[in-house]
């Protein structure tokens, strides 16, 4: 039983940046990998990022280099900042992770990246 909750989406012009959050309402250490997809409707799934229980971060190549995926383990929380952002960021931004075999997933945040 995992709680998450995004926050830190909102819209913003083609070329800046936003960070967004995910708490967790159990403590990271108990998870394997947390993860960042993403939701366009008309679009397929994405995932976005990745970040394991040792701290190895994963990116899809339409965010490589412009994402940075990170995690502070005293406030459960797990961070992506994103940079250079682009219309086609436009989307829904969920977490999930990873815990003793379950998968559990937050409600989202919007990002809408304005041209």
């Known amino acids: 039983q995992v709680q998450l909750v995004e926050s830190g989406g909102g819209l913003v012009q083609a070329g800046g940046s936003l960070r967004l959050s995910c708490v967790a309402s159990e403590s990271l250490i108990s998870m394997n990998v947390i993860q960042w997809h993403r939701q366009t409707p008309g679009k397929q799934r994405e995932l976005v990022a990745s970040?394991?229980?040792?701290?190895?971060?994963a990116y899809a190549n339409s965010v490589k280099g412009r994402a940075t995926i990170s995690r502070d383990n005293a406030k459960n929380t797990v961070y992506m900042q994103m940079d250079s952002l682009k219309s086609e960021d436009t989307a829904v931004y969920y977490c999930?992770?990873?815990?003793?075999?379950?998968?559990?997933w937050g409600q989202g945040t919007q990002v809408t990246v304005s041209s």
């Open positions: 970040i394991f229980s040792e701290g190895t971060p």
């Open positions: 999930g992770a990873l815990r003793y075999g379950l998968w559990y």
